[in-house]
Every structure is written in structure tokens, then in C-alpha cells.
């Protein structure tokens, strides 16, 4: 599967993006997504994750009660809705897929996309 990811950009503290994340090449519908980022001089972590059924969804405590994952089988699109948005969630936003996948933290994803950048501004 191929992931595009859109959506990023500049916003001031307190404000809202959301991430999209369109896949192609296979059907999405039997694919775990995960939203992971990357801040300039630090390792990748894991955002959120969103169970291929839809069923289940796994937040990382950083952005828990703030960003929102879900997912349209029928657009083969996944989103990262982030609400009050804080300078330490500048980064580069990434989604990955794994067929079959759980979504927790731990789950290894196989497919990644080419990242979008967020900067939140204070």
C-alpha cells in the first residue's frame, strides 16, 4: 500500500489541524493505521493508531483528549484531527499501515508515508 499524507502546516497555539492520510495500491479496509512524528533532534513516537475494523484506537498520553484518529473505508483515508495544539507538537506528522494490525503503541507498522510538517507557533 501507498500513504499520502497532507494537511500540515503552521498554526498558533490553541489552534486545530487535520491530517489526512490517503491510501492506494491495495484495499485499506484490512489495514491498522497509526499516526506517528518526529521533532528535529528527536526519535520518532507513536501519536495514535486506529484498528483496522475501526473498533478500537490507542492514544499516546502526550496528545490524549486532544487529537481525535479515525478512518473512511470508503474513501481509503485515514485523519488525525489535532485540537489545541501546543509548540511541542511541531514535527513531522507520518502515517503508517499494517494489515491486520492492533492499534497499541507496540504494533509494527510495514507501510509509511512521506510525512507532513505541523508547527505550532506560541
Known sequence: VQ??????????AGGSLRLSCVASGRTFRSYTMGWFR???GKERE????????????????SVKGRFTISRDNAKNTGYLQMN???PE?????????????RATMNQKFSSW??????????
Do not use: H, M
Open 113 to 122: 508515508g512521506q510525512g507532513t510538517q505541523v508547527t505550532v507557533s506560541s
Open 38 to 40: 518526529q521533532a528535529p
Open 3 to 12: 500513504l499520502q499524507a497532507s494537511g500540515g502546516g503552521l498554526v498558533q
Open 84 to 86: 489545541s495544539l501546543k
Open 89 to 101: 507538537d511541531t514535527a513531522v506528522y507520518y502515517c503508517a499501515t499494517v494489515p491486520w494490525g
Open 46 to 61: 507513536f501519536v495514535a493508531a486506529i484498528r483496522w475494523s475501526g473498533s478500537n484506537t490507542f492514544y499516546a498520553e
